[in-house]
């Protein structure tokens, strides 16, 4: 009985490690972000990974990025520029933002 409750508290824990991560790829899902980026590949903007590297130890990151996300910018990875998302709220951006930077994991 006593290995029952430990293999339930087992799993219950990797559940409650893995469930932000998944939420976050939910929500960036449900926003249409995963129209134009992936986790570890560029599509029509660069990846996730890749915009934790690029951005890693800059204080001001979230704050940029989450900007960013709602109301779009260009020149940071070229010439295609990064739509405004009206449909995303500040505290969504901020989520998605600390997400990625986090490595998307």
């Not at 996300?69 to 405004?84: D, E, L, N």
């Amino acid at each position: 009985m006593k290995r029952i409750f430990v293999a339930i508290a087992a799993l219950a824990t990797g559940f409650a490690v893995s469930t932000p991560a998944l939420a976050d790829m939910a929500l960036a899902t449900s926003k249409n972000c995963m129209a134009c980026h992936a986790v570890d590949k560029k599509l029509v903007g660069p990846s996730y990974k890749d915009i934790a590297t690029k951005y890693a130890g800059q204080a001001d990151a979230a704050d940029k990025l989450a900007n960013k996300v709602v109301k779009g910018g260009s020149g940071a990875w070229g010439p295609v520029p990064m739509p405004a998302n009206a449909q995303i709220n500040d505290a969504d951006a901020k989520k998605l933002v600390a997400w990625i930077l986090a490595g998307s994991k």
